[in-house]
């Protein structure tokens, strides 16, 4: 049973099961109540993305239904992939239906790396090639410089969720040794990438974001709610 008085916050999540990711009640447990619904996306590439694109908007206008004070799109290359004027007028979609606050993981992305006060950013990914290009030229346009980005050419849906904290952190450090970054970026919503925060900002010596805790972070905020959650690394200090 959910505190009657607790915020309730949506999700529009990859995967069909429409399940919540763990990193928000792992963040957030007894301060938001998440709900979720899934958009049986069939693979992490463009032509996955195309096929259930059109369904976003219908799927955030379900988590009003259901209770949900603001709604985030939690697929960062989903939201990514077709440049950030797709980007800002998909989440513009969303508030238009919905009446909502919204936002997009590609949003918290960019807000978390600005939060952290990174500019020059070293990026791992789940990614193919493709994809990879892609987000590569969104970060720029967002005012990064992107001094490494390499992926994992991934585009299971289900099989990222099951790749190792060892090969993650061994990814995350190939990119941040080249072109002196100050920042470090894990991106794709499907890596468990929480308790690597932490762990990696102390070896490395670099402030650290990835999509699904950064996504949590965003839609606290977006919804007017404290995101902080000490002990989960910087951006989660204050």
């Excluded at 925060?197 to 919804?223: I, Q």
Aim: negative net charge; proline residues 5%; charged residues 20%.
């Amino acid at each position: 049973m959910t505190d009657s008085a607790m915020p309730v916050l949506g999700l529009i999540v990859p995967p069909a099961a429409g399940e919540v990711p763990p990193e928000g009640p792992a963040l957030y447990d007894g301060r938001a109540h998440f709900i979720a619904r899934g958009l049986a996306l069939a693979g992490i590439h463009p032509e996955g993305f195309d096929e259930v694109e059109g369904r976003i908007v219908d799927l955030a206008r379900e988590l009003k239904v259901a209770g949900a004070q603001a709604v985030s799109l939690m697929g960062t290359s989903l939201s990514f992939y077709r440049g950030a004027a797709f980007t800002e007028d998909l989440r513009a979609r969303m508030a238009a239906a919905t009446g909502l606050p919204c936002t997009t993981m590609s949003h918290a992305i960019v807000r978390s790396l600005r939060q952290l006060g990174v500019r020059r950013v070293a990026v791992a990914t789940a990614y193919i090639d493709t994809l990879n290009d892609r987000l590569a030229t969104y970060l720029e346009g967002e005012g990064f410089e992107v001094t490494a980005i390499r992926g994992l050419s991934m585009t299971g849906v289900e099989a990222v969720g099951q790749v190792d904290a060892g090969t993650l952190a061994q990814l995350a450090r190939s990119v941040s040794v080249e072109g002196q970054p100050d920042g470090l970026l894990i991106s794709c919503g499907g890596l468990r990438t929480l308790d690597l925060h932490p762990r990696l900002e102390r070896e490395l010596g670099l402030p650290v974001t990835s999509s699904s805790p950064a996504g949590f972070w965003d839609l606290m905020r977006t919804a007017g709610l404290d995101a902080a959650s000490p002990g989960h690394g910087r951006l989660f200090d204050a």
